[in-house]
């Protein structure tokens, strides 16, 4: 069996990456040949739970048709979000938790999808339905995924299946989630040495909402007000950003991941302001408004921003 | 819990409803509130596993929102495949053994697709799965798909998870699977009762192959020469709808299910005649040719035009 490539989407967070190896792992224990691999380095939070378990990141590949036949996708489906030569690869397996939009195959495939919090978390069911044993460093990084997808279980998207697998991957890792958790959630929330161009882009992405080419970029942060110091600097590279890429909106979510609230910043003309504002029934004071309770992208701001724009 | 249809694809076979019964059940045991739905009447062989097991076909939809919200698909995913208004309605739960084309969705869904002969094997491994037991009744109705979709576990789309599900429904269902899998299998061979307008019809589907039209029908019979007599009245019929639809090819299958073989009816351009002859490497005299071997349209006739055409 020749190797195949395991990958999540392009701008890898924990998920992304933690789960990639956690899908290797199993796939090679049924009999494939696997090597986990990434869209881009680990970002800040992800380090940390690959420092914490011992794992090294996993290589970098541009490209995937040079190097192998055929792919296995996690925590994503849609070509935009894959590798840049996806096309030009068969696409053998994929486990993810989002949507499926315009991934089409020419053959059958292994597809396993649910709508829960974190990929890992299905993962971890199928561990259980091959019954193979999850080692103790491997359960950690699986275990450190889930809490980045739902923010410590706090996010709208975490599922009874989320909470239920992160109890007992802590078993199997050894560690209190609770403490662990907020502490790899906080190695995420280090703004201060990282310019306004650079976490504006960290964990971005494009939606497009009735012709408009929207921008929503989050950074989790544990000081709302010592973010907030840099509003006008980042005000500045969001309207850089958007006269560059074209965007008709930009809109940054600073969230506190310690209280699950979140102050946005958003950039725009008149017209897609008030799109904004009727959204979230809230009004815009030179650009900010606070989202009180707003954690989740996929869940509380694409889906109102989506009928509002297209409302 | 407001209640979900389940169904199969149209011009459904023995997969296609019997696939949706077990699946319905099965999530009714795990909370749903779901009935299993057709898109179309029960052919002889699948009235034959219906009756035999002890069920009623499922009811027959033309469409699905105006009486439910929500769906779950079996043994299809193509939107094409499926019932008329598909688009109105949210599609909850999708399992398959096809590959994924024009497949969309606005949100998260469960997805459960395998590379395997039969959507009914994966319905069993997910019995296991969730430990719910399969019925007697259900596990006749569950080999039936497999059977089915198999020809008795000899159609090159047969893997080893298909020949485990047998062996072990056929065990719940105390049947000896040879056996009935012929005697079921024959019931839908009986030919000299149906038109050929019907004969082509029964189990026909469309593929888009470079820009071409093409129609590829397929029968099963215990008795080729027998059919082989209606020759004339086939092309006759192929050509009339090949006109009134617009298929730039019509190609029949008429399969022995006993030996496996079958032989091809071929209309179209000399252009295309000549396309098919080179995917089989084979010679059409007056329209007609054997291909020995040749029982799936799936594995073994699709892709090999595919290329011709596409080449």
Redesign the interface.
């Known amino acids: 069996m020749t190797k195949e490539f395991v990958f999540g989407h392009q701008n890898p967070d924990t998920d992304a990456i933690g789960t990639a190896i956690a899908y290797s792992y199993l796939q090679n224990k049924l009999g494939y040949d696997t090597e986990a691999v990434a869209l881009g380095e680990p970002n800040d939070e992800t380090q940390y739970a690959l420092d914490k378990f011992g794992f090294k990141a996993p290589q970098v590949i541009e490209t995937a048709a040079d190097k192998v036949d055929s792919v296995m996708l996690v925590d994503h489906n849609e070509p935009q979000q894959s590798v840049s030569d996806i096309d030009k690869v068969k696409v053998s397996h994929v486990v993810d ?19 829960v919090g974190c990929t890992s978390t299905i993962v971890w069911k199928m561990f259980g ?1 091959y019954e193979v044993e999850i080692p103790k460093n491997l359960a950690g990084l699986m275990l450190s995924a889930i809490i980045s997808d739902t923010l410590l279980l706090k996010s709208p998207t975490t599922t009874d299946d989320d909470k239920e697998a992160v109890k007992a991957l802590a078993k199997i890792a050894d560690v209190d989630y609770q403490e662990y958790g907020l502490a790899m959630l906080k190695a995420g929330t280090n703004i201060a040495d990282k310019s306004e161009e650079e976490l504006i882009d960290l964990d971005a992405k494009s939606f497009d909402l009735a012709g408009n080419n929207v921008r929503v970029a989050q950074i989790n942060v544990v000081d709302l007000p010592e973010a907030l110091e840099r509003k006008d600097a980042f005000l500045k590279v969001m309207e850089e950003s958007s006269k560059s890429n074209g965007y008709d909106m930009f809109m940054l979510l600073i969230t506190n991941i310690l209280d699950s609230d979140s102050e946005a910043l958003v950039v725009g003309s008149d017209e897609n302001k008030a799109k904004f504002e009727a959204a979230f029934n809230a009004k815009l004071s030179e650009n900010e408004v606070k989202l009180p309770g707003v954690v989740s992208r996929k869940k509380q701001v694409v889906p109102p921003l989506t009928e509002s724009f297209e409302g």
């Open positions: 938790h989002h949507r499926i939009m315009n991934f089409n195959t020419a053959d059958p495939l292994y597809y396993r999808a649910e709508p339905e």
